[in-house]
């Protein structure tokens, strides 16, 4: 698994990474994180679509945060992209609209998205969920 970094500078400086990064879904799922302090609903779901659409097979997640953490520093005003590459394991996701009060309910919906040995982390008025899933041997 090999991660990397990069703030968002432009699509076009994006579209190079992507490019000398040599990004294969045929190696191994792909997932990018995008977090963002200065883009709008609207800009986010455009960058998304173009990352989407530069890595056809990665499952992208995003986020909107007050300021992002880059080499130990607190940057405000700035995206981070995380991409990373799998070499193992297998990356699933779903999309929930709404997440109930009731943590049984959405722990039972996680469970039935999820294969394998995985850890559930949702709690009562949660707006989002993680599940994690490794594979046998570090579990």
Known sequence: ???????????????ELFK??????????????IHTAIHGE?????????IKDMIPGAHILGTSTSAIIQNGKVIRDQCLISITQMNGGRIKT???????????????????RSTGRAKNYCFPKTYACVVWSAPENYM
């Open 42 to 50: 609207k800009e986010a779901a455009d960058l998304a679509k173009f």
């Open 94 to 112: 779903t999309c929930l609209n709404t997440i109930a009060d009731d943590e049984t309910v959405v722990i039972s919906l996680m469970n039935r």
């Open 20 to 33: 000398q990064l040599m990004l294969d879904p045929e190696k191994g799922d792909i997932l990018v994180r």
């Open 1 to 15: 698994m090999f991660t990397w970094n990069f703030q968002f500078v432009s699509k076009a400086r994006l579209r």
